[in-house]
């Protein structure tokens, strides 16, 4: 089966390695940011239903992470069986939800959803949410699982586990695809501003730290080498790429490129502006490199970007313009 956060053959490993860390770095951020804690907050308050933001390719019990899980699906966790059929739903969950939301149920009739956070071809991660009946449970299901729940210790007795079941929560499907609806603008708005948000705070903000990004945010058109900036905040290269990384996530390279990136496409927004004066005035070298970090960053050539944000703008766009071989 296809998947988009796979690379097509041919790409070089380096290259894979560095999209997959630049996503598992981004997603984090994004789970880490005000933006998402506060919009979490808001929809298990005011919706009633568990949200949580995973990273794509990262199998875990369903919803981990919030204060909302169904208590049964928590019950459900200490018995072997039951959670390794939820790992194995949350896989087919994340294998086709790839391209658009999707809903499916569980082994205990309970529908669980989840809505793709894209950059380009490229997903970053899910939105996730469910745990609840789109019906209310028939004798059937309550037979089928009862059988299904004989003798998987603790928890599994029928006194234990009916009771919990039944207390669960019943939305209706038209209410369910609204909440839904819901969640895929937001996931459209997490992926415009991933990157935005990623170069604009950092986990651990030291005074060196500050200082570095200052000095980016000002010197970003300029020639900044590794060497350059170590001296800057009076370190070795080695030891500043360490402290670096740890403290924003990104290797120094990455942060500076996405910091240029952010800077193209502002400038991108003024349509007589060539793509390649953009992406020299941003500090990049070669325009083969600005087109490789481009489309890892924002999922999409720069033409293509520019062509859909002044379209969107209202603006008239002249024709693409050739930049290292690409429309």
Not at 22 to 50: C, H, K, M, W
Not at 149 to 165: D, E, N
Not at 204 to 230: C, N, Q, S
Not at 261 to 284: C, H, N, P, T, Y
Request: one cysteine or more.
């Amino acid at each position: 089966m296809y998947r988009p956060d796979i690379p097509p053959s041919g790409m070089a490993d380096h290259e894979t390695e560095a999209r997959d860390i630049d996503r598992v770095a981004v997603v984090r951020n994004l789970q880490q940011s005000t933006l998402f804690r506060e919009y979490q907050q808001a929809f298990e308050a005011t919706i009633g239903l568990p949200l949580v933001l995973r990273v794509a390719g990262s199998f875990q019990t369903p919803l981990q992470g919030s204060k909302r899980v169904n208590p049964f699906c928590t019950l459900m966790t200490q018995t072997n069986a039951t959670c390794s059929a939820c790992l194995r739903l949350q896989q087919r969950i994340e294998e086709d939800a790839a391209h658009a939301p999707r809903t499916f149920e569980c082994h205990a009739g309970l529908a669980e959803t989840a809505v793709p956070v894209r950059v380009g071809n490229h997903v970053l991660g899910y939105l996730q949410t469910g745990q609840v009946f789109l019906r209310q449970p028939s004798r059937k299901t309550l037979e089928k699982l009862t059988v299904i729940m004989a003798g998987r210790g603790p928890g599994a007795g029928t006194h234990c586990w009916k009771p919990v079941y039944l207390r669960t929560r019943v939305v209706a499907p038209k209410q369910y695809q609204m909440i839904v609806r819901l969640l895929t603008i937001f996931a459209e708005h997490l992926s415009t501003v991933s990157n935005r948000m990623l170069i604009a705070q950092t986990v651990k903000d030291t005074p060196w730290v500050t200082k570095m990004r200052t000095f980016i945010t000002e010197h970003y058109g300029e020639h900044i080498g590794l060497h350059d900036a170590a001296r800057l905040v009076n370190m070795s290269p080695f030891y500043f790429c360490k402290r670096f990384k740890g403290a924003v996530g990104f290797t120094f390279t990455s942060y500076l490129a996405r910091v240029r990136i952010e800077k193209v496409k502002d400038m991108l927004l003024d349509a007589d502006l060539r793509v390649s004066e953009a992406a020299f005035a941003a500090g990049f070298q070669s325009l083969s490199q600005f087109n490789r970090v481009f489309l890892r960053v924002t999922g999409e050539a720069p033409t293509s970007y520019r062509l859909r944000l002044l379209e969107n703008k209202g603006k008239p766009a002249r024709a693409p313009l050739l930049v290292a071989g690409r429309c």
